[in-house]
C-alpha cells in the first residue's frame, strides 16, 4: 500500500516523500487506518517492522487536523533516551513541512537538559516523547498538565515492565485525560503486558505481526569457543575490519567495560554505550559511530531494539543473549534496506543451551565455523572446561574391609587409633537418604 493512500495532508506527504518512503510495512498498513479512526490498539510487532512510522505518522496527521496549539496532544513512553532520541528525530523529519512540534524527555542530562523539558512541557509541545522516571520527576513538581491530552503511546511496554517501570507507568496513567485514545506496542506480549493494556486500553484492537526471522542478507554463524579464548578470538576476527561498521553485544555494563578497555589497548578504533557513561558522552559516542570515526561499538541489549544506524556490516555476540528473541534483534541491525551483512556469535559451553533456543526460534541451524588453529593453539588444554582439567581432589584416609565385610579405617601397625584428619576447606557434607555422603 502507498503512503498516498492514507488520505494524509500534503505537507505530511511532502516529509515522507523526502525521506524516500513509498510503501507501507504490514505493520504500518493495519495500523494505520484504525488509529485514523480513533481505535485503542494493541500492536505486537519487534523493532525493524516500522511500527515507529505505524503510530508517528496517524497522530501527526490527527494534530494536523484538529488546527489546534499551545497544549500536548500526543504523550509517547518509552524505556529507553535512545530510543526517545531516535522517535524524536523521526517525528522531526516525517512533520518536516507541516511544523509540528516535540522534545524528547529523559534522565541522564544536567540542570540545563531538565530545564528544557520544563519549558517544553509548560509551554504545550505537541508531541512529547519521554521515559517513565524523568517525566514523573516533571511530574511531581506540579507543572505538567496532561488533561486535554488526545493520544498516549507506550513503546516497548515489554522492556519497560522488564525494566521495573510498571509503578511509574501507573503514577503517570493515573494523571491523563481519560478520554485519550490509547496505544500499546510490545514485542511480545507476557503476562505483565496483557495486564497492563486490560487496564490501559478500551475495546482494543489488537496486530500481530510475527516475529521476523532474520533477514535474508545476514549471513550467521557461530564459533564454540572456551570462554578463555573469546577475548583473542574476537580481537582477531576485528583485526581486519577496519573501515566498516561493527557492533558487538555483551550481555551487561561490566562485560561492556571490561571488553570495550581490551579491545582498545590493542589499538582498535572502539566506543562503548553503557549507563555508566553520562547522557552527553553516550551521544558523542553514537555520533562519531553514526560518522564513522569509531568502527566499533560495544554495547548492551539497548542498541538491540530501537536504535537504527544504517550502515551495519558485522554485529558481534560477544555474549549469547539470554532471550532468544534478542538475538533476532541483535542481528537485525545489520543486513537493513535490502543490503548485505553478517553476524557472528560467540558460544561457550555453558551457552550451548542459549543457542539451541535461538535455532528453534528462527527454525533454522546456526552454522559452526571452527576457531582458526592459531587461536585455539592459545589454551594449552585444548579448549577443555577448567572443571575438566582439575586435579582431584584428596581422598581421605584408605579404607579396608573386615571379616563382616563392612568398611573401617585402616589403623596403625601399634594398634593405637589413627589421629583424626582434619578435613581441608571447599565443601561440607551431610548425610542424605541411605546414609551417603552429599554435597551441599
Known amino acids: ?51 515507529t512510522a505505524a503510530f508517528v505518522l496517524p497522530i501527526i496527521q490527527k494534530i494536523l487536523e484538529s488546527n489546534e496549539s499551545h497544549y500536548t496532544q500526543a504523550l509517547i513512553v518509552v524505556p529507553t533516551r535512545e530510543l526517545a532520541m531516535q522517535i524524536d528525530q523521526a517525528i522531526s523529519a516525517y512533520s518536516y513541512f507541516a511544523g509540528i512540534s516535540s522534545i524528547a524527555v529523559y534522565g541522564g542530562g544536567g540542570g540545563k537538559d531538565f530545564a ?28 505538567v498538565n496532561f488533561k486535554r491530552l488526545r493520544f498516549l503511546v507506550l513503546d516497548e511496554a515489554d522492556r519497560m515492565l522488564d525494566m521495573g517501570f510498571m509503578p511509574d507507568l501507573n503514577k503517570i496513567i493515573e494523571t491523563l485525560n481519560p478520554d485519550r485514545q490509547s496505544l500499546l506496542f510490545s514485542a511480545t506480549m507476557p503476562q505483565g503486558v496483557m495486564k497492563l493494556a486490560r487496564a490501559l486500553l478500551k475495546n482494543p484492537v489488537t496486530i500481530s505481526i510475527a516475529l521476523s526471522k532474520p533477514a535474508e542478507g545476514v549471513s550467521q554463524a557461530a564459533y ?43 589499538g582498535l578504533h572502539v566506543g562503548r554505550i ?24 560495544v554495547a548492551t541489549d539497548v542498541l538491540s531494539r530501537g ?22 534483534h541483535r542481528i537485525g541491525r545489520t ?46 588444554g585444548g579448549g577443555r572446561d577448567d572443571r575438566e582439567r582439575r586435579k582431584p581432589r584428596k581422598a581421605g584416609p584408605p579404607k ?18 589413627a589421629p583424626k584428619r582434619r578435613r581441608r576447606g571447599g565443601r561440607n557434607r551431610k548425610k542424605g537418604d541411605g546414609g551417603k555422603s552429599q554435597v551441599v
Open 1 to 51: 500500500m502507498d503512503f498516498s493512500e492514507f488520505g494524509f495532508y500534503p505537507d505530511l506527504l511532502d516529509g515522507i516523500e523526502a525521506l524516500n518512503f513509498k510503501t507501507a510495512t504490514p505493520i504500518q498498513e493495519q495500523a494505520i487506518p484504525l488509529i485514523l479512526e480513533g481505535k485503542d490498539l494493541i500492536g505486537i510487532a519487534q523493532t525493524g517492522t516500522g511500527k
Open 307 to 328: 536504535i537504527d544506524v544504517e550502515g551495519i556490516d558485522l554485529v558481534v555476540n560477544y555474549d549469547v543473549p539470554r532471550d532468544a528473541e534478542d538475538y533476532v
Open 224 to 266: 564454540l569457543v572456551h570462554e578463555r579464548l573469546k577475548l583473542p578470538l574476537i580481537a582477531d576476527i576485528l583485526k581486519d575490519t577496519a573501515g566498516q561498521r561493527v557492533l558487538v553485544f555483551c550481555s551487561s555494563k561490566l562485560s561492556v567495560a571490561a571488553l570495550y578497555k581490551q579491545l582498545k589497548a590493542k
Open 335 to 380: 543486513a537493513r534496506a535490502a543490503r548485505k551483512g553478517a553476524a557472528l556469535t560467540l558460544v561457550s559451553h555453558m551457552d550451548l543451551i542459549r543457542l539451541k533456543r535461538i535455532e528453534k526460534l528462527i527454525g533454522n541451524e546456526v552454522p559452526k565455523i571452527p576457531v582458526p588453529p592459531h587461536i585455539a593453539s592459545l589454551d594449552g
Open 274 to 297: 553503557s549507563s555508566d557513561l553520562e547522557q552527553e558522552e553516550r551521544e558523542q559516542v553514537m555520533l562519531a559511530f553514526r560518522n564513522r570515526q569509531v568502527d566499533i561499538l
Open 400 to 417: 579396608h574391609a573386615n571379616n563382616s565385610g563392612e568398611t573401617e579405617k585402616r589403623q596403625p601397625a601399634d594398634g593405637k587409633e
Open 116 to 143: 528544557q523539558g520544563k519549558e517544553a512541557i509548560t509551554s504545550g509541545t505537541d508531541i512529547i516523547i519521554a521515559t517513565p522516571g524523568r517525566l514523573l520527576a516533571h511530574m511531581n513538581l506540579g507543572y
